[in-house]
Structures are given as C-alpha cells and as structure tokens.
C-alpha cells in the first residue's frame, strides 16, 4: 500500500513564524502535490511537484515556497505565517500521468 | 479557466434513503475521478471514469460520466451511516509539458441519520 505520512497532524504558530510543512511518501511517485481544504472551498492546489527539484504554482501559491530535493519529500514553507493561512493541510503523491492521488493525513495549521 | 462545480453541497438522510451528488465542468475532460473523505480523516480515491456514457458500480454506489465528458454523478442506494462524509469530484487540467494537475469540486457533505 501507498503510505503518505505528513509530519505533524496539529500545528499551532504565531504570525509572522516561518513554517515548514513536511510530507513524505513510500512509493517511488514522481508527481506530489500540496493543497489547502477549507471550509465550502474543496481543495485548492497550492503547488505541486512532477519531479525532483521541478516545480509549479497551482491556484494558490501566494505566501507559500516549496522544496523537493528527494523523490520521496516534499515541503512547504510558509515564508512569513498570517492568520489568513488557518486550514488543513494535505499532501499528496501519484505516478506521472497517472490518475488516483494518495493523500496524506494533513496537518491542521493554526496560526495565531 | 477550468472550473468543477458540485451541487448539493450538503444533503441530509435518513438512512435507508438515496442520495445523488452531480458534478459539472466547465470543459470537456479525459477523465474524471471520485473521491471520499471520512469525517476528520482524508480524501481517498474510489473510482475513475473515462468513457463516454460510462456507468460503473461499487455495491450500493453507482457512478456515471456523461456522453459529452462535461458531467458525473454518484449515486448512493439505501444510504448508511458508513456513507457519512464528503464526496469530490475532481477532473485533470493538462499542461502543454504532458503533465496535468486534478481540478477539485468544492465536495458534497452527505449526513445519515440512523
């Protein structure tokens, strides 16, 4: 089975911290993929990775920086946490080209 | 740009009752897939379909992809309280490189009361 892990399940921060969001996966994917879920709005792309060192923006990628130096993690940073960036987060990773993502268990980020 | 729309975005049953979540985009798609995510966990893939007109079932849940690829519904027979949580639908919006990202509806929430 796909095992996608995320580092934290609860976070709590204060504004202006820098945070790093970490998510790791088991099954050689190349594609991985960062959203945030809220409330009434689904889930929102924030980046997303379709290899080592590759990335690109997705629908949300303001206030946020990612990093992928291995296959199997992918992090994202919030550069300078604001209260506006409270929410889920959820990792994800599949096969190139391919179709069902695997999700991680997300990380609740509360910024105070 | 691309967008995936979902309706209702909350239905309550009783449980016994059916229940149709619809999901329409904006685009024709390649493909479209479903996903469901438990109360307090996370969204876990259920099926894909890609033919036209194509109907495909899991037990009580039947899935349907419309003959112009732009709409999808999920419907639940005799729903139980194991169908509580939020149904996505979700299509790919593909990149020039090849790659493609999946487009999210906003999720049906589906309450059962026992």
């Known amino acids: 089975d796909v095992k996608v892990t995320q580092s934290s399940r609860y976070l709590v921060k204060r504004t202006g911290e820098k945070v790093f969001l970490e998510c790791v996966q088991d099954?050689?994917?190349?594609?991985m993929f960062w959203y945030r879920q809220d409330p009434g709005l689904g889930l929102r792309l924030i980046y997303f990775?379709?290899?080592?060192?590759?990335?690109e923006k997705g629908d949300i990628p303001e206030g946020y920086s990612v990093s992928r130096e291995k296959k199997e993690r992918f992090s994202l940073i919030l550069e300078s946490a604001s209260t506006n960036q409270t929410s889920m987060y959820l990792c994800?990773?599949?096969?190139?080209?391919?179709?069902?993502?695997?999700f991680g268990p997300g990380t609740r980020l509360t910024v105070l | 740009g691309q967008q995936v729309m979902q309706i209702p975005q909350y239905q309550h049953v009783q449980e016994g009752e059916d229940f149709t979540t619809y999901c329409n985009s904006s685009?024709?798609?390649?493909?479209i897939q479903w996903y469901k995510q438990r109360p307090g966990g996370h969204p876990v893939f259920l099926i894909q379909?890609?033919?036209?007109?194509e109907v495909k079932k899991q037990k009580r849940l039947t899935f349907q992809f419309g003959e112009a690829k732009k709409n999808s519904s999920l419907h639940i027979t005799a729903t139980q309280t194991t169908d509580v949580g939020t149904y996505f639908c979700?299509?790919?919006?593909?990149?020039?490189?090849?790659?493609?990202?999946?487009?999210f509806g906003a999720g049906t929430r589906l309450a059962v009361t026992h």
């Open positions: 685009t024709t798609l390649s493909n």
């Open positions: 994800a990773s599949r096969l190139p080209g391919g179709n069902e993502q695997f």
């Open positions: 979700a299509g790919p919006l593909i990149y020039s490189g090849g790659y493609n990202k999946l487009i």
């Open positions: 990775s379709y290899d080592v060192k590759m990335k």
């Open positions: 099954m050689d994917h190349e594609n």
């Open positions: 379909l890609v033919k036209s007109g």
